[in-house]
C-alpha cells in the first residue's frame, strides 16, 4: 500500500466510516418520569425507541419505512419486553428492600413504546432510590434523563452506564453535580458526532501556521453557541430533516475547497458561517437529553464547554499528525512542507462521506 500511514490515520479518525449512521448525533436515549405520591407510591412512566427495543430483545415493533411501531405487535411483545423492563429497573431502598410493583403495561406511542408501572413504597422505610440498566447494560454510550416529580416540585438526573440510581426522596442533584453531567456529554457528543469531526479535519488539513487555527477555532465557537443557545431555549427552531443535511453539504464544502484553495487566513468566515448551522445540530442533542428546569444556564454552559473540549482535542490530534507526516515524506527534514497528495486524499475522503451522510439524510427526511 503507497500510503499505510495514511490509512492508519483514517482509521483512527474514522473508525466505523464503513458503517456510518446516517443520522451522526442520534444517542440511544430513553425518557423516564418518576412521581412520588405522599402515599409513597412511585408512578413509573417510561418511553422507549422502538428500533432500540427491537435491537434489546430481538422483537420486530418498529418499521422504519413508517418510522413508527406496529401496534399488533408491540401486543405480541409485551411479556418479553416487561421481562426485560422488570429485570433491568426498580424500586427500592438503600438496603435493597424491593416496592411491591404491579402488573405494568407496555403501549405503542408514535416510533416507540411507553412502559407505565406502579410500585408501592408504604411499608419500605428509608429513601426511595429508582435504579435502571435500561439500555446501558448493552451500551455503556447509552443515556437515561429521568424527570423526578415529588411534593409538588420537578427535577432533573441523567443516568448512565457509570450511574444506574437516583434517589427520589433526598434534594435534587447538585449544581456542580448536573454541570458535571452535561459537561460529559458535551465532550463525548463532539467524539461520537463524525459529521462534526470530518469538518474540524477538513478544515485545517492545510493549516501550517497557528494564528489561522486559532481563528478557525474561535469562529467556529462563537457561531455554534450563538446557534446552540438560541435552540436550546426555542427562541430558533429550525427542523433537524433540514439542519442534517445542511451539516453534510457544509462538510462536502469545505473537503472540495481544498482542492481550490489553500488560503487559511479568510476560511474563518466560512467556518463561522457553517458553525451556525452545526450548532443547531448539537442543539438536537441537547434538546434529546433535555435540560433540567432548576439550572438552565449552568447545563447549557457545561455542554457547551464540554463541545468545546472536544473540539479543542480533536485539532490538537490532527495538527500533529499532519505535521508528523510533513516530516516523513520532507527531502529536507529542517523544511517541511504539506504535500497536496496527503491533503487531496484526505479531502477525498471526507468529500465521499460528507456526500454519503447528505444524500441519507435527505432521503430519510
Known sequence: ??????????????????????????????????????????????????????????????????????????AAATPAILAYLNANLGISNNSGVACAASEGGIFADGDGVIFRNTYSCATVPGDILYRSTVLTENDPTARQVVLIVQGGQEAQALLDADKATVTLSAPPPSLASTMRSYLIAGIEHIFLGYDHIAFLVAVVLWATRIMPVIKIVTAFTIAHSITLSLAALGIVVIPSRIVEPAIAASIVFVAIENFFSRDLDRRWRVTFMFGLIHGFGFASVLK???????????????????????????????????????QLAAIDRAKPARRATLVYALSAVITVLGSYWFFTRVLDA
Open 288 to 326: 434529546e437529553i433535555g435540560v433540567p428546569p432548576h439550572a438552565i444556564v449552568p447545563a447549557l454552559a457545561a455542554f457547551n464547554i464540554g463541545v468545546e473540549i472536544g473540539q479543542v482535542a480533536i485539532v490538537a490530534i490532527v495538527i500533529p499528525v499532519l505535521i508528523a507526516l510533513e
Open 1 to 74: 500500500m503507497r500510503y499505510p500511514l495514511l490509512c492508519a490515520i483514517l482509521l483512527a479518525a474514522f473508525p466505523q466510516s464503513l458503517a456510518l449512521p446516517a443520522a451522526a448525533h442520534q444517542i440511544n436515549l430513553l425518557t423516564t418520569r418518576l412521581a412520588l405520591s405522599r402515599d409513597r407510591t412511585v408512578t413509573v412512566e417510561m418511553g422507549l425507541k422502538g428500533s432500540d427495543v427491537d435491537r434489546l430483545i430481538g422483537t420486530r415493533l418498529y418499521d422504519a419505512k413508517e418510522d413508527a411501531v406496529d401496534p399488533a405487535a408491540v
